[in-house]
């Protein structure tokens, strides 16, 4: 039985004091909601004073991304034993703004995923289609290529999140509906079958992320490959966050 896992990517969003208000609600809020993980994954200025406002409570923090060298003339990058410092459990890579904003290849996620691994960190790797590629018919070969990039047998399952997040749904207000979801998480399950095994790949969570809502969360983690979410907007109002993770436990329950 999978636990469902409900991260919030915070994006370029929130100072200090507003921050500072959001976890305060969402340790209140969700600090004790059983039956599902909770994942914060705020921006890197703000990664110690979550890691501590998160202390003692089941909330786990994450960076957004990493550089993938240890150390060195990268002007304004952030190492993975920067984010280890910081608290952090999970790294997130290859998001798609990362490989679309900031032209992040699939070599170079190959590095970071290797770099997380190595400092023992967990991965939350983002993979999914354009618009244009759904329209082409492209969506499993462009997910699959993704995956192979940067996941291989060497990379310790247990340590392994994919998040399948769909382009053309991250932050426009169209989510893919439940079932074309459940097809492309299907099919990532599959090939994860193939780089592992069966068994791993039964164990490895993978989140569905693309405008998930207080609305559409619990009909979209009700699918069977789906386990949890990766959330963008609705992460920065606590209610909303909180009503998702919420959803979440209920999926656990009722299907346990
Ligand atoms: P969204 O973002 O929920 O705002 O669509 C999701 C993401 O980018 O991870």
């Not at 409570?57 to 993975?80: P, R």
């Not at 997380?116 to 082409?136: D, F, K, N």
């Not at 439940?178 to 164990?203: C, G």
């Amino acid at each position: 039985m999978r636990k469902p896992l409900v991260a919030g990517n915070w994006k370029m969003h929130k100072t200090l004091a507003d921050a500072r208000a959001l976890i305060g609600s969402i340790c209140e809020g969700g600090g004790s909601i059983e039956g599902v993980d909770v994942l914060v994954c705020p921006p890197a200025q703000l990664l110690f004073p979550m890691a501590k406002a998160v202390a003692g409570t089941s909330i786990m923090m994450g960076a957004q991304t990493a550089h993938e060298a240890l150390e060195g003339a990268f002007t304004g990058e952030i190492s993975v034993p920067m984010i280890k410092d910081t608290g952090c459990t999970h790294i997130i890579v290859g998001h798609s703004e990362r490989r679309h904003v900031f032209g992040e290849t699939g070599e170079q996620l190959a590095k970071k995923v290797s770099a997380v691994m190595e400092h023992g960190l967990t991965v939350v790797y983002c993979v999914g289609e354009t618009i244009e590629q759904r329209e082409a018919g492209q969506t499993n070969d462009v997910v699959q290529r993704q995956l192979s990039d940067a996941i291989h047998a060497g990379i310790p399952a247990d340590r392994l999140l994919v998040a399948y997040e769909p382009v053309w749904a991250i932050g426009t207000g169209e989510t893919a509906t439940p079932e074309q979801a459940q097809n492309v998480h299907q099919f990532i399950r599959s090939k994860l079958a193939e780089i592992y095994d069966q068994p791993r790949s039964e164990s490895i969570r993978l989140l569905y992320g693309g405008s998930v809502k207080p609305g559409n969360a619990r009909d979209l983690m009700a699918q069977p490959d789906i386990d949890g979410a990766l959330v963008g907007g609705a992460c920065l109002v606590a209610e909303d966050f909180l009503a998702i993770i919420g959803a979440a436990a209920s999926t656990s329950v009722t299907s346990v």
